[in-house]
């Protein structure tokens, strides 16, 4: 198994592309694609840092065979997941500071929260193709 910090960063990268769409609101709204231009390498980073992990997890993982009795699959509840994920951060333009510091301090929670759970990762469902059963 990894250790607690691995998983949390691979967590972590779950919630990335919140930096794409806070860019991209930014740039919508000055139209000036230098706002926030940080944020872009920061959001390709956590993505390479997520295939550095999978990359990783196959090769220092051990492969165990299981028997399954039935599969179904999950990616059917993904999409409302995914709109009700990102829709908070439609409106951050909006907002002053605080605000944002107090978004941000709600994902790190739901972060540690959701460490140990079943956790869905959009960047592995649309960058990598990854499926998710139950």
Known sequence: MFSNLIKFVFILTGYSPI???YWAVGFYNS????TNIFLV????????LCWYI???????LTINEIQLKS????????????????????????K????????????????IISKN??????ILKFIFGYRYYE
Do not use: Q, R
Request: proline content about 6%.
């Open 96 to 111: 002053d500071l605080i605000y944002t510091f107090v978004w941000i301090a709600i994902v790190l929670i739901a972060v």
């Open 54 to 60: 999978l990359k990783l997890a196959k090769m220092k």
């Open 19 to 21: 930096l794409l769409i």
């Open 71 to 94: 599969l179904k699959t999950a990616d059917n509840n993904f999409m409302p997941m995914i709109l009700s994920y990102f829709m908070p951060c439609i409106e951050l333009y909006k």
């Open 117 to 122: 759970s079943y956790h869905y990762n959009p």
């Open 41 to 48: 390498p920061l959001f390709l980073g956590l993505i390479l």
């Open 31 to 34: 139209n000036c694609y230098l």
